[in-house]
C-alpha cells in the first residue's frame, strides 16, 4: 500500500492514489491533518492550475511546503482535485 513518511511518522496511507507525472497523490481522506499546516505558497501548473502549499510538521520539526494539492483544478486535472502530493525528503512508497 502505498505511504508517505517523514521522520519516521506516517503521513499518509492509501491504495486509492493517483499518479500524475512521476507524483502519488493521496485521497484527501487518507492523510493525517495533525501533520499538516497550511502555508501561504501558491504555484501554478499550466495545465492542471493553482497548487495550494502544506507544511509538514511531526513533533517540533518543520519541513515548509512539503506538501501540495489543488483546490480547484483545470479539467485536465480534476481527478485529483484536493488529492495530496508530497515532497521534499518525505519518502513515498509502496
Not at 53 to 80: F, L, M, R, S
Request: aromatic residues 12%; proline residues 10%.
Amino acid at each position: 500500500m502505498p505511504r508517505a513518511e517523514w521522520k519516521g511518522k506516517i503521513l499518509a496511507e492509501s491504495d486509492h492514489v493517483r499518479m500524475v507525472e512521476g507524483n502519488v497523490y493521496f485521497p484527501p481522506e487518507s492523510v493525517r491533518r495533525e501533520c499538516l499546516q497550511e502555508s501561504p505558497t501558491r504555484s501554478i501548473c499550466p495545465w492542471k492550475g493553482e497548487a495550494h502549499y502544506y507544511t509538514v510538521v511531526v513533533g517540533e520539526e518543520e519541513n515548509p511546503d512539503a506538501a501540495w494539492y489543488y483546490p480547484e483544478p483545470k479539467p485536465a486535472a480534476k481527478q485529483i482535485c484536493n488529492y495530496i502530493a508530497f515532497w521534499k525528503g518525505v519518502k513515498v512508497a509502496d
